[in-house]
């Protein structure tokens, strides 16, 4: 299981990958396109080119795990655009975009930091 917390690095690729890319191909994806190593515990987050799926992709110290849905009706109406090939979100964002959420129209509490002790 796949489980997001706060602390993890989650990275939305901004244009699509083939759907019937396995976790070898994806990790090449993250390699290559990406720039990013899949085995620094990131989340990476893939969509097809229909819009209908999404898939994610994580190492967890032992081995890859490879999660996906596809929307049985609808599509992923939203998705995040940028310059970049693949977009930082926080956890929050990132199981909204598993439910198929708008991201753009939350509005979610600040992001917690540490206070520095007082002396």
Known sequence: MIHITAQM???VAIESVD?????DSLVR???D???EDPITGCVFIFRSRRR???RLLSYDGQGYWLAQKRLSKGRFAWWPESNSPAKRQEAYEAQLLMVAGDVSRVC???MWRRV????
Do not use: Y
């Open 33 to 35: 396109q990406l720039s």
């Open 116 to 119: 520095s002790e007082l002396k």
């Open 29 to 31: 994806v993250c390699h």
């Open 108 to 110: 979610a509490a600040p």
């Open 9 to 11: 690095r989650v990275l």
């Open 52 to 54: 209908t799926s999404i």
């Open 19 to 23: 759907g019937r890319k396995g976790i």
